[in-house]
């Protein structure tokens, strides 16, 4: 069967095209297709890129202005030109979306179906930014595909099943009956890292405490036992907890009244400055890029040192929350940009953790492997870097829904 699945970022697009028979393979296989839209290099318009398994590539500036028109012509290279690799759009038999935000009632993959879509649409009141281009991008392939099965799979369904005293805020208990609660983001990947995680280890996924870090543009962690998510540290949205790219994570909620109280400070004013102007770019006026800001960092900036201190600081001290959470550990998971590719981020956060007898192999970790496991070969908690493939566990959610 052939699966599309969509990934909708706010300034990306990806998407790519799988081919699976009746065995779900062990390892993720290669795309038959793969493209991606980026939003960011050129004000006002997109860059597409398109590459098949059979080595054929394609690079080209995009004209169209809206999303719907741009998810159009990426798709139209699946059956065109030189990234061709199917003759009809028939070909495709179901297409698995993101979706961020699934709220209460979404706690696993779900077959979309005008309820499921109104409920997406009512959720963007949580999920502002993404849950509008989610639906979208569904409402597209209806157009292009008519009624081909879509599904879509959940950023919030691995936390579903928090315990309340994780995700209750301790605010008027009128919060939790309006919906103002933790649900957690990131879960497709860290789902994806904390299954990977147990192949790789060779342990029953059911039996593993894994602490899994996600760290790309935004960060979280997530704490599993059992299979499932049973703490995280994103919450009513993904601007909770660690400090990211450009978000802030947890801050004293008294700052927010402070500066609400300042008459030039408005809520647009205050969503701008924690999601786009804070975290290591708001404290080392380099970047959001942690590459950057290492950079800067050896060209003597303070700043920037002082950005990466904190990120640190507060990955530990998030680790530690959810180790108390877990009450022991078996293996730390680092994932995405950051934790795949920062050796330095990955020490300094391992430093700490001795007490519990984790120690890693110090040459190990400076190369990065994928999917390997970097702890010293007499430390007490393996530490894991797994390339996080969200793509493949969307692709995955399709293939176990098409078989029910
Ligand atoms: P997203 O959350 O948008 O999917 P990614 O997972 O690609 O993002 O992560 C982006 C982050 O990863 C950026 O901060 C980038 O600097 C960081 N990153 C990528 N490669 C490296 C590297 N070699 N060393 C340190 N950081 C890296």
Same mark, same amino acid.
């Given at each position: 069967?052939?699966?599309?699945?969509?990934?909708?970022?706010?300034? !990306?697009?990806?998407?790519?095209? *799988?081919?699976?028979?009746?065995?779900?393979?062990?390892?993720?296989?290669?795309?038959?297709?793969?493209?991606?839209?980026?939003?960011?290099? =050129?004000?006002?318009?997109?860059?597409?890129?398109?590459?098949?398994?059979?080595?054929?590539?394609?690079?080209?500036?995009?004209?169209?202005? !809206?999303?719907?028109?741009?998810?159009?012509?990426?798709?139209?290279?699946?059956?065109?030109?030189?990234?061709?690799?199917?003759?009809?759009?028939?070909? @495709?038999?179901?297409?698995?979306? =993101?979706?961020?935000?699934?709220?209460?009632?979404?706690?696993? !993959?779900?077959?979309?179906?005008?309820?499921?879509?109104?409920?997406?649409?009512?959720?963007?009141?949580?999920?502002?930014?993404?849950?509008?281009?989610?639906?979208?991008?569904?409402?597209?392939?209806?157009?292009?595909?008519?009624?081909?099965?879509?599904?879509?799979?959940?950023?919030?369904?691995?936390?579903?099943?928090?315990?309340?005293?994780? +995700?209750?805020?301790?605010?008027? *208990?009128?919060?939790?009956?309006?919906?103002?609660?933790?649900?957690? +983001?990131?879960?497709?990947?860290?789902? *994806?890292?904390? =299954?990977?995680?147990?192949? @790789?280890?060779?342990?029953?996924?059911?039996?593993?405490?894994? @602490?899994?870090?996600?760290?790309?543009?935004?960060?979280?962690?997530?704490?599993?036992?059992?299979?499932? !998510?049973?703490?995280?540290?994103?919450? +009513?949205?993904?601007?909770?907890?660690?400090?990211?790219?450009?978000?802030?994570?947890?801050?004293?909620?008294?700052?927010?009244?402070?500066?609400?109280?300042?008459?030039?400070? &408005?809520?647009?004013?205050?969503?701008?400055?924690?999601?786009?102007?804070?975290?290591?770019?708001?404290?080392?006026?380099?970047? &959001?890029?942690?590459?950057?800001?290492?950079?800067?960092?050896?060209?003597?900036?303070?700043?920037?040192?002082?950005?990466?201190?904190? *990120?640190?600081?507060?990955?530990?001290?998030?680790?530690?929350?959810?180790?108390?959470?877990?009450?022991?550990?078996?293996?730390?998971?680092?994932?995405?940009?950051?934790?795949?590719?920062?050796?330095?981020?990955?020490?300094?956060?391992?430093?700490?953790?001795?007490?519990?007898?984790?120690?890693?192999?110090?040459?190990?970790?400076?190369?990065?492997?994928?999917?390997?496991?970097?702890?010293?070969?007499?430390?007490?908690?393996?530490?894991?870097?797994?390339?996080?493939?969200?793509?493949?566990?969307?692709?995955?959610?399709?293939?176990?829904? &098409?078989?029910?």
């Amino acid at each position: 069967m052939k699966i599309l699945v969509l990934n909708a970022g706010s300034s !990306s697009q990806k998407s790519c095209l *799988y081919e699976l028979n009746d065995t779900l393979p062990d390892r993720p296989p290669q795309p038959l297709w793969e493209a991606k839209i980026d939003w960011t290099q =050129r004000e006002g318009a997109g860059e597409l890129q398109v590459k098949t398994a059979a080595g054929h590539t394609l690079e080209e500036d995009f004209t169209s202005d !809206s999303r719907a028109g741009a998810i159009a012509q990426m798709l139209e290279t699946l059956w065109h030109g030189e990234t061709q690799v199917i003759n009809s759009l028939n070909e @495709i038999d179901i297409v698995g979306h =993101r979706v961020v935000h699934g709220g209460r009632k979404y706690q696993q !993959s779900t077959l979309i179906s005008p309820e499921v879509k109104q409920e997406i649409a009512r959720l963007s009141e949580f999920a502002p930014i993404h849950n509008p281009i989610n639906l979208e991008g569904i409402e597209t392939i209806e157009k292009i595909l008519g009624n081909v099965p879509q599904v879509a799979v959940f950023d919030t369904a691995f936390h579903a099943q928090l315990p309340p005293a994780a +995700f209750v805020y301790p605010g008027p *208990y009128e919060w939790l009956e309006n919906g103002i609660r933790r649900y957690g +983001f990131h879960g497709i990947s860290h789902q *994806y890292c904390a =299954r990977r995680a147990a192949e @790789i280890l060779n342990r029953d996924f059911a039996d593993l405490r894994l @602490i899994s870090c996600h760290l790309g543009n935004g960060c979280s962690l997530a704490a599993v036992r059992g299979g499932r !998510s049973v703490d995280t540290t994103m919450g +009513f949205t993904p601007l909770d907890g660690l400090m990211m790219g450009s978000r802030s994570g947890a801050i004293d909620p008294g700052i927010i009244i402070h500066l609400l109280r300042r008459s030039d400070c &408005s809520p647009e004013k205050l969503d701008n400055i924690l999601n786009r102007n804070s975290g290591l770019k708001g404290i080392s006026g380099v970047s &959001s890029d942690m590459r950057l800001v290492a950079e800067a960092i050896k060209d003597g900036n303070d700043r920037a040192q002082l950005a990466l201190d904190i *990120y640190v600081h507060r990955l530990r001290a998030g680790i530690g929350a959810m180790l108390a959470s877990l009450g022991g550990l078996d293996a730390l998971i680092f994932t995405a940009g950051v934790g795949e590719n920062s050796a330095v981020v990955r020490a300094a956060v391992c430093e700490v953790f001795g007490f519990i007898g984790l120690k890693l192999d110090g040459e190990k970790n400076l190369n990065s492997p994928v999917d390997d496991d970097v702890a010293a070969v007499d430390s007490a908690v393996r530490v894991l870097v797994v390339h996080t493939q969200e793509d493949w566990e969307i692709a995955r959610e399709c293939w176990d829904i &098409s078989r029910r």
